[in-house]
């Protein structure tokens, strides 16, 4: 009913010739904050050169699902560098939201093992790239 009436209205002032907006088009044209449609990104949180996303991905993965994982959430979203991860783990209480497990960096140290950090105890260790480890997505802004 409500909606009727507001379609009736808008009929009127048109045919009348108003110079007064129809009031769902004042809303489109207000500034609106954009969401990240995303559970993942969330409400990312800014530290040093970085925004890390509010949560982990749900499940442990190993280093190339973890790398593609990052890149499909778009907007230049990536795994850390071994440097940026230690500052996350430094930082976990200001951060939230962590797994007490291990977690993937990008940082290569050789051809088939990765450098991740244990959210555990802070000590960084390589693994081979089929181990499985949680991850947390990070772009630089």
Do not use: H
């Amino acid at each position: 009913m409500k909606q009727l009436l507001v379609i009736l209205l808008t009929i009127i002032l048109a045919a009348c010739g108003s110079n007064n907006a129809n009031p769902a088009s004042e809303a489109s044209n207000k500034p609106t904050i954009e969401q990240p449609k995303d559970p993942i990104i969330g409400t990312p949180k800014r530290f040093e050169s970085i925004e890390i996303a509010e949560r982990s991905f749900s499940k442990d993965m190993n280093w190339d699902e973890a790398n593609a994982a990052c890149k499909s959430l778009g907007n230049d979203w990536r795994l850390p560098t071994k440097y940026e991860l230690n500052k996350m783990y430094l930082n976990m209480d200001k951060i939230g939201s962590f797994t007490k497990s291990y977690y993937w960096s990008s940082t290569e140290n050789d051809e088939s093992r990765m450098w991740c950090q244990s959210f555990i105890n802070g000590f960084q260790y390589d693994f081979t790239k089929d181990f499985k480890n949680f991850v947390r997505a990070v772009r630089t802004y």
